[in-house]
């Protein structure tokens, strides 16, 4: 039984809470080469994954995640460092811990649990048992190393969200989940952002907090956040966009976004009723500290439609989730009209 919630902790005493932005983004501007498991960093570059959270911690956020992204067996098994599961998470959180406790004032270490890369049955070959088993010897990692929540992120599957929530409560840490809304507004497995909270219904322990991150660009994300808030308004959710779109230029990716534009994401994420926002792909330590500025100045104003959030932050990347978006917004204003 898990009996701890540092995220109701801290949203009491915060009101909104802000998560940090993007390792692998700045990763690779700190040294990080194509190919290489940033997970390995806990052990080699040390002072590195330190210096990261350090400078996200001093930019303003108030959850750090851990670098253990990939940290499953299967995902380390591409970099034969399946035997190291154990060892590389609970690093990453001891990283992590040491830079929260020394800030003064209350950080959560959140550890971060990505997707195994691997199908369940019956699309592919992996069982649920066998994914929950190897969740548990992540997050088992991640626990003894000081994470206070198992942060599981950029899912697609709702059995695979189920499995390492399933995990996170066998090991008695409480846990949050987001989705990655990418495809035609869905996920890639057909998941809403409207059902996102039922996917762990029947388990023994709640979800912390759902919500997204990553996905096409910060109005998608958006989108997918009203629609999430309006199926279950009282929620904690989480919001984790991308700074922009991401753009190739020659073979490195860039995103457009800038701290002025990631700063009304922000805004328009409190509004729409985010209670935790943050910065997943492209989010720079000066991103988040405009975030940080523009979280601390704003008082939470009408919740915004997505013509507001198109017109604020950019065109949304996905057609047919904007087809559909719009449908959605059509159907509300029909059902007002029918109401009054």
């Known amino acids: 039984m898990t009996t701890t919630n540092p995220i109701d902790a801290l949203l009491a005493e915060k009101g909104v809470l802000l998560a940090d932005g993007a390792t692998g983004t700045n990763l690779f501007a700190m040294g990080l080469e194509a190919g290489e498991a940033p997970e390995l960093l806990n052990e080699t570059a040390p002072d590195t994954i330190t210096s990261l959270h350090q400078n996200f911690v001093d930019a303003g956020a108030d959850i ?11 995902r380390l098994k591409l970099h034969h460092a399946q035997d190291r599961v154990h060892a590389l998470n609970k690093r ?13 004032r209350k950080v959560i270490v959140a550890g971060s649990v990505g997707p195994t890369g691997e199908l369940l049955v019956p699309l592919g070959a992996m069982t649920y048992d066998e994914a929950v088993d190897a969740f548990a010897e992540q997050i088992e990692g991640l626990k003894e190393g000081g994470a206070e929540v198992a942060w599981i992120e950029t899912m ?39 059902d996102i909270h039922g996917v762990a219904d029947g388990l023994s322990e709640a979800p912390l907090g759902v919500g997204a991150n990553c996905g096409v660009g910060a109005s998608d994300i958006l989108a997918s956040l009203l629609d999430m808030t309006e199926a279950k308004p009282q929620a904690t959710v989480i919001v984790k966009g991308n700074c922009g779109i991401p753009e190739f230029r020659g073979t490195e990716i860039h995103y457009s976004g800038t701290p002025e534009l990631m700063a009304d994401y922000v805004r328009l994420a409190v509004d729409a009723g985010a209670k935790i926002v943050g ?4 989010t720079s330590f000066q991103h988040l500290a405009a975030m940080r500025k523009a979280l601390d100045a704003h008082t939470k104003a009408d919740r915004p439609t997505v013509e507001t959030i198109v017109e604020r932050i950019g065109p949304m990347r996905n057609k047919v989730a904007t087809e559909n978006t719009a449908e959605t917004s059509e159907a509300r204003r029909e059902r007002r009209r029918s109401r009054a």
């Open 156 to 194: 697609s599957a709702p059995d695979e969200i189920r499995a390492a929530a399933e995990a996170a409560i066998r090991v008695g840490l409480p846990y949050t989940y987001t989705g990655s809304f990418d495809t035609a507004g869905r996920t890639m497995m057909g998941l809403l952002p409207k």
């Open 279 to 282: 910065g997943c792909c492209g």
């Open 64 to 74: 750090i995640l851990t670098n253990s992204f990939g940290g499953t067996r299967h």
């Open 92 to 104: 990453a959180a001891e990283i992590a811990r040491a830079v929260a406790d020394k800030a003064g």
